[in-house]
Structure formats: C-alpha cells, structure tokens
Nanobody
C-alpha cells in the first residue's frame, strides 16, 4: 500500500505561483511513477504532470507545459508541483497519484490516490 497526502492548495490571484506537495508513505517508491491530476467542477479528471520517482524525464499535460514543474525529493519521499503563471482555468482539485513501473495519462489506471487539495485562482 502507498499512502499519499497532498498539501499546499489555496486561493491565489491570476499570475501568481503556488507549490503543492505530496508526501508518500508505505512501500518503497523507487519503481513508481508519481503524478498530479486535477479535476475542475463539471469536468473530467485531467493529467497534469508525472515523474519517475527514481529519476528521469518529467511529463506534462499540454495545458500546463511551460508553467508547471514537477519535482521530487527522494530523501523526504515527497513530490512537488510548482505552479507558475496561474490562470483562472487552473482552478481545480489537484490530486497526487502513484503507479508502478510505467507512465500512463489516463487517471483510471493509477493505483493510489491522495485526498486532493483545492486550488482556486481568481481573475
């Protein structure tokens, strides 16, 4: 089992930055992909970013490329999502997820989920 706890959400103005954290516990994550998804009211869950916990390239959804950065701290078992140049359309509940071995962009195939943290961007 993997337990994931997100933090860092809040209310911010358009153009500002926010950093989300996802603290992981349970089994070793060295062979896991860690991802961020988001779901806005009335919309489907959307892939935001993912990274292999042991290193390697990061993956981003088209709507956040160039603005968001995913990173990890292996010593703290924590994954971060740095969100810059935030827009009102970034408003959503952001959830951290974990999946072993292979990357996937469809949320239904990710194995473990956090409870989510709400991000609201005002115009």
């Amino acid at each position: 089992q993997v337990q994931l706890v997100e933090s860092g959400g809040g209310l911010v103005q358009a153009g500002s930055s926010l950093r989300l954290s996802c603290a992981a516990s349970g089994r070793t994550l060295s062979t896991y992909f860690m991802g961020w998804f988001r779901q806005a009211p009335g919309k489907e869950r959307e892939f935001v970013a993912a990274i292999y916990f042991s290193g390697g390239r990061a993956y981003y959804g088209d709507s956040v490329k160039g603005r968001f950065i995913i990173s990890r701290d292996n010593a703290k078992n924590t994954v971060y999502l740095q969100m810059n140049s935030l827009k009102p359309e970034d408003t959503a509940v952001y959830s951290c997820a974990a999946r072993p071995f292979t990357i996937a962009f469809e949320s239904s195939v990710w194995n473990y989920w956090g409870q989510g943290t709400r991000v609201t961007v005002s115009s």
